[in-house]
């Protein structure tokens, strides 16, 4: 008789759409969730859309405030609290500005959410990982945390930040039995381009215009890909763009 494996816990920010919720999808066979995000609504939904693959909870806050942060993750049950795997997953641009015509109210926003939110919830993991003695940290940064862009500024500073943290937590956690793997997503077709031209659909689709973009279920597939290895191997950092994208800014479009 094959033996059943105890499904291993693995909590994912950001989890209410595009890409984290194509990762809680891909992710729901074989791995326990703990959906995180804002949108409360669309968190007991997926909950129980998933529920019926595997076991689910939910902890609704923003990263950006430490104390909601803290307090929900630290009102998981004990089994909850055995958090194999982390997915830094939520994150936004906000605007696409010349550095001196850019907004403040912006700039706040993805530091805020990108690299201090991302901060807060590793912090709380990290707690519980080095108690557990194990866990695998995955940070989705972006191909814009590589290179920089016209008018990506702070956009990309904030996931330069993400790229540089990923590389911190390697090292300094490299004697604790946690590994870290870092996912940089060109284009993706997710809600991304919509928050970051503030509901202007127009613009949202001029990004992908004449071009075949990922879907967030592709970057889910390698988020799984990554997490299946064989405990001795790390993926450690990989960008995943559509096949018409060469770089941030070149990209092979029919029109
Ligand atoms: C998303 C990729 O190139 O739109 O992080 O900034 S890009």
Redesign the pocket.
């Known amino acids: 008789m094959v033996q059943s494996r105890i499904k291993k816990n693995v909590l994912i920010t950001g989890a209410t759409s595009g890409i984290g919720e194509a990762t809680a999808e891909a992710l729901s066979k074989n791995f326990n969730l703990i959906l995180c995000g804002r949108r409360e609504n669309r968190l007991l939904k997926l909950e129980k859309k998933l529920s019926k693959e595997t076991e689910v909870t939910t902890l609704t806050f923003d990263i950006r405030n430490k104390n909601d942060v803290s307090n929900q993750i630290n009102s998981l049950s004990d089994k909850w609290k055995k958090i194999d795997i982390l997915i830094n997953n939520a994150g936004n641009?906000h605007g696409l500005d010349f550095i001196h015509e850019g907004s403040l109210d912006d700039w706040d926003k993805m530091i805020d959410i990108n690299v201090k939110g991302l901060l807060y919830v590793t912090n709380q993991i990290l707690k519980l990982m080095l108690k557990n003695k194990s866990g695998h940290i995955i940070n989705i940064a972006?191909?814009?945390g590589k290179e920089v862009?016209p008018k990506?500024n702070v956009?990309?500073a904030s996931?330069f930040a993400v790229d540089a943290l990923s590389q911190a937590m390697r090292i300094d956690l490299n004697q604790k039995n946690i590994k870290i793997s870092q996912v940089n997503?060109?284009?993706?077709n997710t809600e991304?381009?919509k928050v970051?031209f503030k509901n202007d659909q127009k613009k949202a689709d001029n990004?992908y215009e004449g071009m075949e973009p990922l879907l967030a279920k592709d970057i889910a597939d390698v988020i799984e890909f990554i997490l299946i290895r064989p405990d001795n191997v790390n993926i450690s950092d990989i960008t995943v763009l559509p096949k018409s994208q060469a770089s941030?800014t070149i990209v092979n479009r029919k029109i």
């Not at 997503?185 to 993706?188: F, H, I, S, T, W």
């Open positions: 641009a972006s191909i814009a862009y990506g956009y990309c996931k997503p060109g284009l993706v991304f381009s970051r990004v941030s």
